[in-house]
């Protein structure tokens, strides 16, 4: 349903970029996310747009760093990292929800591992 891609490792101070596709859906009246899980912590909220007003949200820890977009005609959502640091270092998913985050995650993708060396 969702598919995530981008992962890789890069060293500290650099760059990726995340997609998050939708197949076989669209994202109309869907809000699109990436949540992301280092080892042994729980799952976070990283950052999120709406598909129809485009308004985006982010965690602080994330605040002029990263850059979420989407792609209309491609029905994608993008995730670009910048001056990452090795606290990024996680595995990170992309999801969509109709109903608000607070209620539920309506599909996951499947993780893309994002990997920041000193």
């Known amino acids: 349903q969702l598919q995530a891609s981008g992962g890789g490792l890069v060293q500290a101070g650099g760059s990726l970029r995340l997609s998050c596709a939708a197949s076989g859906r669209t994202f109309r009246r869907s809000a699109v996310g990436w949540f992301r899980q280092a080892p042994g912590k729980e799952r976070e909220f990283v950052s999120a747009?709406?598909?129809?007003?485009?308004?985006?949200y982010y965690a602080d820890s994330v605040k002029g760093r990263f850059t979420i977009s989407k792609d209309n005609a491609k029905n994608t959502v993008h995730l670009q990292m910048n001056s990452l640091n090795t606290e990024d270092t996680a595995v990170y998913y992309c999801a969509s929800t109709t109903r608000g985050w607070s209620i539920g995650v309506d599909y996951w993708g499947q993780g893309t591992l994002v990997t920041v060396s000193s």
């Open positions: 747009i709406s598909w129809s007003a485009g308004n985006t």
